[in-house]
């Protein structure tokens, strides 16, 4: 498990250097803001979990169970 902020999953070659293969992103408003590398377009698959970063936000069992099967998946 690889944990970093959007710069770090935005660099196609930090990610391959890292054997990245699978990217969990929790923010709500962001989906659209992640690229398609042009370089190996279908080299990462994605989980979205539209979390809101808030004090009121709650994580409900179905994401986290979600989030383990994804990660097992890798």
């Given amino acids: 498990v ?19 293969t699978h990217i969990i992103n929790a923010a709500k408003n962001i989906q659209a803001f ?3 590398f042009k370089e190996k377009p279908s080299s990462f698959k994605y989980l979205h979990l539209e979390l809101e970063d808030s004090e009121t936000e709650v994580l409900d069992s179905s994401k986290i169970e979600e989030s ?7």
């Avoid at 690889?2 to 990245?20: P, R, T």
């Avoid at 383990?68 to 890798?74: E, G, H």
């Fill in 68 to 74: 383990v099967l994804f990660i097992r998946q890798a």
């Fill in 34 to 36: 992640f690229p398609t």
């Fill in 2 to 20: 690889y944990v970093g902020g959007y710069k770090a999953a935005m660099s196609f070659k930090n990610l391959e250097q890292d054997k990245v």
